[in-house]
């Protein structure tokens, strides 16, 4: 589908845009800190507050560490880009996204990797194994979208959406690479960084050729719902149980795409 430019609008950001592209910037030059960044492929998104119909992408041929919140762009579920930007989009990015953000309005944001491990064990038959305390955060909570090639072809939209069903927040693309969901930035990049870790311990282990200590079933799902009721690290009159670990997270970066809106 292709991606064009019309309706530019000069109207300003709304504050609650502004906050979102902030968030977005930052977790771009997070995955790049982390290593979890493909040269200028690969992409995040944020749905625009107040909308159903319009998120915010990285500008294609941006490294991740030079994404700024002002160059995000600004297209719909058409692909058409609504503001005033010199930049595209990528084109399997946008099929990918706008997949996701059409069928899950939960998911104010879409993070998608290539990194080494997670495609590692997107390309194993048993795909990611409940061997680790990060891999059991996922426990059950994990689904799966079969390789159909670059994802070009508008299409494969409708069978991504079937495959990551209603609730899911980590999808493991097979042969491809890892996307998590989030109902903030901070949760859909947290929950990528315990994935892609998730994925490292995995690889390491079967790179021993040892036999993996068992977890018990009910330990498995006696953790992920530890994870899931944020108990553990949810601070003290704070709704958002990723808050802590964002504000220290974001203390990586300088200077910070949150000092301002053109940053």
């Not at 700024?68 to 058409?78: C, F, G, H, M």
């Amino acid at each position: 589908m292709p991606l064009q430019a019309v309706g530019r609008s000069a109207t300003p950001p709304s504050e609650a845009e502004r906050a979102m592209r902030q968030d977005l910037a930052a977790a771009y030059r997070l995955v790049a800190h982390y290593g979890m960044d493909d040269s200028i492929y690969t992409h995040i998104s944020a749905r625009v507050p107040g909308t159903e119909d319009q998120f915010l992408i990285n500008p294609f041929g941006l490294l991740f560490k030079d994404v700024t919140a002002s160059s995000l762009v600004k297209i719909d579920l058409e692909g058409r880009i609504l503001d005033d930007s010199p930049y595209d989009v990528n084109p399997a990015g946008f099929t990918i996204h706008s997949a996701v953000h059409a069928s899950r309005h939960d998911a104010a944001c879409v993070l998608h990797t290539h990194t080494v491990a997670g495609v590692a064990v997107s390309s194993l038959a048993c795909g990611l194994q409940p061997c680790n305390q990060w891999a059991l955060q996922f426990h059950e909570r994990v689904v799966y979208h079969d390789f159909e090639g670059i994802a070009l072809e508008a299409e494969e939209r409708e069978r991504l959406v079937a495959d990551l069903g209603p609730t899911a927040r980590a999808l493991i693309l097979r042969n491809h690479g890892l996307v998590t969901l989030g109902r903030t930035v901070s949760e859909a990049f947290i929950l990528m960084l315990n994935l892609e870790r998730a994925c490292r311990v995995q690889v390491a282990i079967q790179s021993t050729g040892q036999a993996v200590y068992p977890v018990p079933p009910e330990v498995r799902e006696k953790t992920a719902l530890q994870y899931e009721s944020g108990d553990s690290v949810r601070m003290a009159g704070q709704p958002d149980p990723n808050e802590r670990e964002w504000r220290a997270l974001l203390q990586h970066i300088e200077p910070l795409p949150a000092t301002s809106f053109r940053d």
